[in-house]
């Protein structure tokens, strides 16, 4: 056998093995990421006695000024206090648009991205401002953006989670015990930094809101406000993106979802992260994320 073909058939039998490798190492430092997103929010927690807000939106739907998701909050608690200082909360109109704390919203934050995806790039970009993306979203009340801000999951204890509107929950609030219930959980950036998707800043889904209507990397589609070619985001099953697009905030949900086989890393209440797989009976997903629904949650 010629040389050459000798070695390109070891490289053949050792490329599967190293990405394997590769892609193991990416898990774990994703893993060990969700880990410091769940020391964040317990500090934040030791520190307020309580939770950080899921959304805040002002007027109590989703108008008027807003200061965006969970890990605008917990900043400091990641060690990124320099880029919390440089956030003015007191602007009018929206935290984030229009030029509003460019500083900040264009920061760095690598601890919040998985390094599996990268797909949809660090930052949300439009022709003026960029926004840092999250790979690790909030689990919310309810299956989509209409049942928190109608808070008909917030005063229905089979669908109350950690996270809502205006609220979130204290440790003590979570009688289903914190072993059982979900704080955040993985989810994608989108195919390209025009997304909406994973956008740390956002007050809807699926900038920060996760819902636990379908079970992990379903193939049922998530709902976005648009779809490409107009820039929330991308439509494509083939990259895990299914996606309708609904004008109505009401409708718009998003599942978790995430780069690797099998499924999706997901940060519990007392501060464990579990790979929860694609196949996890979906009672038991939808009871991970209840407070104090008094499901009985069986092996996850």
Excluded at 3 to 18: S, Y
Excluded at 160 to 182: C, K, P, Q, Y
Aim: net charge neutral; proline share 5%.
């Amino acid at each position: 056998m010629p040389p050459a073909l000798i070695i390109a058939v070891l490289i053949a039998l050792l490329l599967p093995a190293v990405q394997q490798a590769r892609e193991a190492a990416r898990r774990s430092q994703c893993k060990n990421s969700l880990k410091q997103v769940g020391l964040g929010l317990h500090n934040y927690h030791d520190t307020h006695g309580i939770l950080p807000p899921g959304t805040v939106w002002t007027s109590g739907a989703n108008t008027g000024p807003r200061t965006g998701g969970y890990a605008i909050h917990i900043l400091p608690y990641l060690d990124q206090a320099p880029i919390y200082n440089l956030i003015n909360f007191n602007v009018s109109g929206t935290l984030w648009f229009s030029g509003n704390n460019s500083a900040a919203t264009a920061a760095s934050v690598p601890m919040l991205l998985c390094p599996s995806d990268g797909m949809g790039g660090t930052h949300a970009v439009d022709a003026t401002q960029r926004w840092f993306k999250s790979n690790y979203l909030g689990v919310f009340s309810g299956f989509n953006t209409g049942d928190i801000t109608s808070a008909t999951a917030d005063s229905d204890s089979t669908k109350l989670a950690v996270f809502g509107m205006n609220r979130a929950a204290r440790i003590r609030d979570i009688t289903d015990g914190t072993s059982n219930t979900a704080l955040a959980a993985e989810y994608l950036t989108g195919a390209t930094s025009d997304e909406y998707r994973g956008f740390a800043w956002s007050d809807q889904s699926p900038g920060t809101q996760l819902f636990f209507a379908q079970t992990p990397n379903t193939t049922v589609p998530d709902v976005c406000y648009d779809v490409s070619p107009a820039s929330w985001c991308t439509n494509d099953a083939n990259l895990n993106l299914p996606t309708t697009a609904n004008t109505s905030s009401a409708a718009q949900t998003a599942a978790a979802r995430s780069r690797h086989t099998g499924g999706v890393h997901v940060l519990l209440a007392d501060g464990a992260v579990r790979f929860v797989s694609n196949n996890v009976n979906l009672a038991n997903w939808r009871a991970l994320a209840t407070i104090r629904g008094g499901e009985v949650v069986s092996d996850f």
